[in-house]
Structures are given as C-alpha cells and as structure tokens.
T-cell receptor, first 114, second 119 residues
Framework: GENVEQHPSTLSVQEGDSAVIKCTYS??????FPWYKQELGKRPQLIID?????GEKKDQRIAVTLNKTAKHFSLHITETQPEDSAVYFC?????????????FGKGTKLSVIP | SAVISQKPSRDICQRGTSLTIQCQVD?????MFWYRQQPGQSLTLIAT?????????ESGFVIDKFPISRPNLTFSTLTVSNMSPEDSSIYLC????????????????FGPGTRLTVL
C-alpha cells in the first residue's frame, strides 16, 4: 500500500506570509495528489489537486508542486489570511480491489496569526 | 458541488449497542468509501462500499464489526456493532463520481460526518 508522510504537523505564520506543507509518497505508480482543508468541526474539502503529467498547478493564492522523481509534492499558500487557519491533509492513491483508494497524511495544523 | 448527507449527525450510545449511519448522495456515484477520523487524527479508510457486492475492508477492519450495505448507486450504510468507548470517533462517507460528471476523476467528496460517542 501507499505510505504518505506529511510535514510539518503544525505551522504558525503571520498574516500575509506564505505557508508551505510538504508530503512524500512511496508508490511510484501514484498519479493523483489531492489536498484537503478541514476546518474545526467541518468535513474535509478539496482545495486543489494535481496529476502526475504536470509539475505545478495554481489556483489564486494556492499552488501545488509535484516532483515525481523525488516522490514528493507540496502545498503553497501565499498571502495567508486568518481564514486559512485549518488542518490540511495531503493524500495519494493506492490500487486496491479494482479501484483507487486514498491514503492520507497525518495532517498539518496551520495557524495564521493576525 | 457535491451534495452528500449523513444521518445521524451525532449520537451518544451505550457500550454493547450498535449504530447504523446512513450516507445519501445527490446523484449516482461509482465509488463510496467509509472513513474513521479519531479526535485530532487523520482519516483512516475503513472500507470501500461496492454496489451489488460485498464491501472491501482495509487491514484492521472486519465485516462483523463494521457491516456495510450499498443497495444502490446513491446510498450506503455503515453499522458500528457491539460498540466500545474505543469506537468513539467521527465517521465519514466519501464518494467518487463517474468520469465526466464532476470536476475530475479520482476526486473524493466527503459527507459532513457522524460524531459518535460511546459511553
């Protein structure tokens, strides 16, 4: 199965600064890498994803980069705002029973200090 | 966006009893999954709910403890059987839509979760 390592486990930044969260994965066949944001008491929400045929994807203040050779991918949040405070999870797929399930990282608690 | 509902949203149960959690989706989906999220922890896949066949369980989870049904393409249930305090957790369903019907394939959308407390 897939093994996903996520760092750091907690991250505090000043409002307006950038935040970077990194994940590594073990299965070189993995080809889809989503990032989820989970606010306290809420469901995980997909914020961005990337496929292995591209190295970077951007959506406003959020970007994800992928290095397939090194088997790691990162979430970049620029100009952070207090509403970015949440737990962020990366994930990578593994093949099981004819479909792809996701293995999640342990999460990063991001705190944006006003 | 995806419309996924779960019932109940929360429950407090006595040890030894069972609780069935329902997951309803707004349209037909190919895959439905059940996860457990313990307080302050990540998401752990319990099983994949297959329509018309037995669910596929991950290591550490068994059918006798977590029986799953999926009678059609928009609905699934997870039962937590013979509960103990260690089963206190949030249980989430997620779905994957057929190719071409949503943003992309492989993307999973989550239900709001069921917060279970076992006394």
């Amino acid at each position: 199965g897939e093994n996903v390592e996520q760092h750091p486990s907690t991250l505090s930044v000043q409002e307006g600064d950038s935040a970077v969260i990194k994940c590594t994965y073990s299965d070189s066949a993995s080809n889809y890498f989503p990032w989820y944001k989970q606010e306290l008491g809420k469901r995980p929400q997909l914020i961005i994803d990337i496929r292995s045929n591209v190295g970077e994807k951007k959506d406003q203040r959020i970007a994800v980069t992928l290095n397939k050779t090194a088997k790691h991918f990162s979430l970049h949040i620029t100009e952070t705002q207090p509403e970015d405070s949440a737990v962020y999870f990366c994930a990578a797929p593994f093949a099981g029973a004819g479909s792809y399930q996701l293995t999640f990282g342990k999460g990063t608690k991001l705190s944006v200090i006003p | 966006s995806a419309v996924i509902s779960q019932k109940p949203s929360r429950d407090i149960c006595q040890r030894g009893t069972s609780l069935t959690i329902q997951c309803q989706v707004d349209s037909q989906v190919t895959m439905m999954f059940w996860y457990r999220q313990q307080p302050g922890q990540s998401l752990t896949l319990i099983a994949t709910a297959n329509q018309g066949s037995e669910a596929t369980y991950e290591s550490g989870f068994v059918i006798d403890k977590f029986p799953i049904s999926r009678p059609n393409l928009t609905f699934s249930t997870l039962t937590v059987s013979n509960m103990s305090p260690e089963d206190s957790s949030i249980y989430l369903c997620s779905v994957e839509y057929p190719p071409g019907t949503r943003d992309s394939t492989d993307t999973q959308y989550f239900g709001p979760g069921t917060r279970l407390t076992v006394l």
